[in-house]
C-alpha cells in the first residue's frame, strides 16, 4: 500500500460508522443543510434481500440451521433469521483480552449497524442517572442533566416513535409516547403476579410503530422485528435515518471503508481521515472541515488511540489518558419458568411487536440497607411462538418415542415464561481497553485489548435478580427448573449483553474527560464522538435511545459552530 | 428437481399465493423511492402478507421419486421410517414423513460432513445391531422387534448400556425429526402456531384470557 489515494475536495463533514449515533449525526446534517460522507465499514444494506422477513422455516432447505447446519454445530451464535451482520467473531478482525479476564467484542458490519436487529427498548436515563455521583457517591457525574438531555429525548422519541405510557416512575422517566400494545395472556399473568408482589409491571417502551409517522408504515404484529422490517416501522438507523438523508442530495456513502487513523494538521486538529478500501485493499484518505466518531464506544476508542501523532502523542484528543477507560456493558442475568395455568391455551395469533409488550423498570431506587447500588429492569418473554429448529427437543426428550412426543409438545408449547434482567455496571479502573502493540487485523490496524473485571456487587444484584423471577415464576404457579444457583457463575460475560460504553467519555475537566458536554473534543475541536462512549454510566436503561438523543444534541451543536465559524 | 415444495437453494425462497418478489415492490416502493409510505401502500403490504401467511399446509416429503443428495437410498428408507416410529401419525397431524424429516437430514448431510458420519455411521450401526440380535436389518425385522430397540435406546433419560453404541445417533435422529417435524407446514398446523402474518392492530381473544385466568393461582 505504498500509494496512498488522496481526494482534492475538502468534504464538510465525515461520519464514521452508521449505527444509532452515525444514522442520527448524518440525519440531522443534512437536515440542516450540511454535506456529510459516511464511512461504514461494512456493505450497503438491501432491505428486500438481507431481511429474512415472513419466511417459513420450511421456505428454505436447512429450515434456518444455516445452509452448511451451522446451527446444529454452535456456529451460528444468532440463527439464521436475524439481521445482524458481523456477531462477536469478525472473521479477520480479531481482539486480545487480558489473562484470567473474559470479554467479547460484538461488532456490527453493516449499513445501519446494530440498529438493524436490536431489541429496539427505549428508556430515557433518569436524574440520577446523570448525576449518580451526587445521588449515592459512585460513578462518575455527567457534565449534562436530565433537565438539559430531556427535549433531546423528546425529538430522538418523537422521530423514532417508541410506544408507553406515562407512569410518573423516578427510574423510568416518561416521554413522547406512541400507543402502548396490548398485553399477550403470558404477560397479562406476569402483570397479575406484579401487583401480588407489589412490583410494578407496565406496558413496555419500544421503537416500533403503532401508528404510522414520518412515511414509515405502522407495524403488522408479525413480532419479527430481529431478523429486520421491510416496512420499517420497527426503527433502524439505515432504514429511517440514512435511507431518507440520501434523498436530501447532501449525503454521500462509503461502504467497505474501514476508518483507519484520523489524521491532523499543525495545530493538532483533524485534516481528514484514512480508512482502508476493503474491496482494493488500499489506504485512502479524505479530508475534512470536522470529523463525527460514532464507530460502537470500543471501535471508536481504538480509532482515536490508533491516532497518533506530535501534537496527540497518545493518541486523539487523548491528554487526559482515558480513551479506552472506564469500559461498561449491562449486567445480565435470565430465568424462565413453565407456567401450567398456560397449558393448552386456546390458540391464538400473539406475535405482536418483536419482544415484550411489557417490562419491570427498577421499583427499590427508594430502598434502603440493599447489598448493591441502582438496581435492574426486567425484560419479559414468553408466549406461541412460531416453531423453530429446537423448539421441542426438551419436550421430545421427556417423552420418549411415539405418540407422547406430540401430546408432550403440544401441552408444553407456549408455558414457559422468560425473565431477563439488566442491570446496572458503575464504571471501574480495571475494565478498560487499549491497543495491542503486538497485534494487527487483516487491514493492518492495531487491535484492542480488553480488561474486564465485575467489581463484586454485579453478582449480588444477580441473586435478586435470581431471587425476584423465581418469585414471579412460583406466584404464577409455575415450576423454576434448577434450583442450585451460583451468582458468580450465572452472570453474563462482559460484552455480551450489546451495550458497551464509557469508552471516550465526557466531562467539564479536559484532565479527567476527552469530551466537553456536547460531545466535543476538548483538545480537538473538529471531533465529535457520537455513539455511547460518550457516556459517563451505563444505567439500566439500554443504550440506543440515549446515543439518538445525545448525537442529536451533538450534531445540532456542531453545526452551529460550523456556523458560527468556530469549526 | 424431484420435489416441487423444496427449492435446491438454501437463497431461493418460495412461497405460496402472493410472490415474494410482489410483496417487496409493494413495501419496497413506498420506502425507498417514493416520498411517503401511503396508507393504501401499508394496507397493500399487510394484505400480502396476510396472504403469504394463510397459505395452507403441503406435505414435504419428497416421495418415491426422491433423489437423495447424500445418504445411499437404504438408508433413506430407514430413516423415513425411523422418523414415523419416532414421531408416528395420530388422529391430528401425520406422520414425521409428511414433514419431511428424512429429506431435511440428508440435505444437510450433503452440506455437513460431521452431520453425515453421524448419520451413516448410527444407520449402520442399527442395521449391525438389529441383524446381530434378530437376523434381519431394521427395515426388514418385525414391527415389534423395531420397536424394541427403540424401548431400549428411548425408554430412559440415559438410555440402554446395550445401545449404548448407537447413543450419540438416537439422540441426534430424534432431535432432527422433532425439529423437522415443528418447522414443517404439517407440524405447525399440530401445534397450532398462528402467526407470521399481518394484523392491523394487536389483540388477544378473550377466550384465551379466561381459560388462562381461571387456571391461575394469581
Known sequence: ?567 | MANPEISNSEVQVQTPDVSRRDLFRIVGTGLLSAEFVTAQQAKDAHAGMAGMAAAGPKSLNGGALYVPKHLNAHHLKTLRHLGDLIMPADATSPAASEAGAAEFIDFLCSRNEELAVIFDGGLEWLDQFMKRKYGADFLTAKPTEQTAVLDLAYGSRTGSPETAGGAQFFTWVRNMVVDAYYTSPVGVKDIGYMGNGAMSTFSVPQEAVDYVMKRSPV
Open chain 1, 1 to 567: 500500500m505504498f500509494q496512498v489515494q488522496r481526494t482534492p475536495v475538502v468534504h464538510d463533514v465525515v461520519v464514521v460508522g452508521s449505527g444509532a449515533g452515525g444514522g442520527t449525526t448524518v440525519k440531522v446534517l443534512t437536515d440542516l443543510g450540511i454535506n456529510v460522507t459516511l464511512l461504514e465499514a461494512g456493505p450497503n444494506l438491501v432491505p428486500e434481500k438481507d431481511f429474512k422477513e415472513h419466511i417459513w422455516p420450511w421456505q428454505v432447505d436447512h429450515r434456518g440451521s444455516g445452509p452448511n447446519a451451522e446451527s446444529y454445530f454452535g456456529k451460528q451464535e444468532w440463527g439464521y433469521w436475524n439481521a445482524p451482520n458481523g456477531y462477536w467473531n469478525v472473521p479477520g478482525e480479531p481482539y486480545t483480552v487480558a489473562p484470567g479476564d473474559e470479554f467479547r467484542w460484538f461488532r456490527s458490519r453493516i449499513l445501519g449497524g446494530r440498529t438493524n436487529h436490536y431489541g429496539r427498548i427505549s428508556l430515557r436515563f433518569s436524574d440520577y442517572d446523570f448525576k449518580p455521583q451526587a445521588f449515592d457517591g459512585l460513578g462518575f457525574d455527567w457534565p449534562v442533566t436530565y433537565d438539559e438531555m430531556s427535549p433531546w429525548y423528546d425529538k430522538a422519541e418523537e422521530f423514532m416513535g417508541v410506544t408507553g405510557t406515562h407512569e410518573g416512575i423516578r427510574s423510568a422517566p416518561d416521554g413522547k409516547f406512541l400507543p402502548p400494545v396490548a398485553p399477550r395472556v403470558h404477560e397479562m399473568l406476569v402483570q397479575r403476579a406484579g401487583k401480588k408482589l407489589n412490583i410494578p409491571v407496565i406496558p413496555s417502551r419500544m421503537a416500533m410503530l403503532t401508528k404510522g409517522i414520518h412515511g414509515r408504515a405502522a407495524c403488522h404484529y408479525c413480532g419479527q422485528c430481529g431478523r429486520g422490517c421491510q416496512t420499517a416501522s420497527a426503527f433502524t438507523s439505515s432504514q429511517a435515518m440514512i435511507f431518507p438523508a440520501l434523498k436530501t442530495g447532501k449525503l454521500k456513502i462509503i461502504t467497505g471503508a474501514m476508518a483507519r487513523e484520523l489524521m491532523v494538521n499543525d495545530e493538532g486538529l483533524v485534516r481528514g481521515v484514512s480508512y482502508i478500501d476493503k474491496a482494493t485493499r488500499t489506504e485512502k484518505q479524505i479530508s475534512c472541515r470536522a470529523v463525527v466518531v460514532a464507530a460502537s464506544a470500543c471501535e471508536s476508542a481504538r480509532l482515536l488511540l490508533n491516532s497518533k501523532s506530535t501534537k496527540h502523542p497518545n493518541g486523539l484528543g487523548n491528554g487526559s489518558g482515558v480513551v479506552g477507560r472506564y469500559l461498561t456493558d449491562t449486567v445480565g442475568y435470565g430465568l424462565s419458568g413453565a407456567v401450567p395455568a398456560l397449558e393448552n391455551m386456546p390458540r391464538h395469533n400473539c406475535d405482536g411487536i418483536g419482544g415484550m409488550h411489557v417490562y419491570v423498570p427498577w421499583w427499590e431506587l427508594d430502598k434502603k440497607n440493599k447489598d448493591f447500588p441502582r438496581g435492574y429492569h426486567i425484560e419479559i418473554g414468553g408466549g406461541l411462538g412460531m416453531p423453530q429448529l429446537g423448539s421441542f427437543r426438551g419436550a421430545a426428550a421427556q417423552a420418549g418415542y411415539g405418540p407422547s412426543i406430540k401430546a408432550a409438545a403440544r401441552q408444553q408449547y407456549g408455558t414457559n415464561i422468560s425473565f431477563s434482567g439488566r442491570g446496572e455496571m458503575i464504571p471501574n479502573e480495571n475494565s478498560y481497553c487499549e491497543i495491542d502493540n503486538t497485534k494487527v487485523d487483516q487491514w493492518g490496524i492495531p487491535v484492542l485489548k480488553f480488561h474486564w473485571k465485575w467489581q463484586g456487587y454485579e453478582t449480588k444484584m444477580v441473586q435478586h435478580m435470581h431471587d425476584t423471577f423465581v418469585s414471579f415464576i412460583e406466584t404464577m404457579g409455575g415450576r423454576v427448573p434448577n434450583r442450585t444457583f451460583d451468582p458468580v457463575a450465572s452472570i453474563s460475560k462482559g460484552g455480551s449483553i450489546i451495550h458497551e460504553a464509557g469508552t471516550v467519555r465526557m466531562g467539564d475537566d479536559p484532565k479527567k474527560s476527552v469530551l466537553n458536554k456536547w460531545s466535543q473534543a476538548h483538545e480537538v475541536k473538529n471531533l465529535v464522538v457520537a455513539d455511547a462512549a460518550p457516556f459517563n454510566g451505563n444505567p439500566d436503561k439500554n443504550v440506543t435511545l440515549t446515543i439518538v438523543a445525545n448525537a442529536w444534541r451533538a450534531a445540532e451543536h456542531l453545526a452551529e459552530e460550523m456556523k458560527k465559524g468556530n469549526v
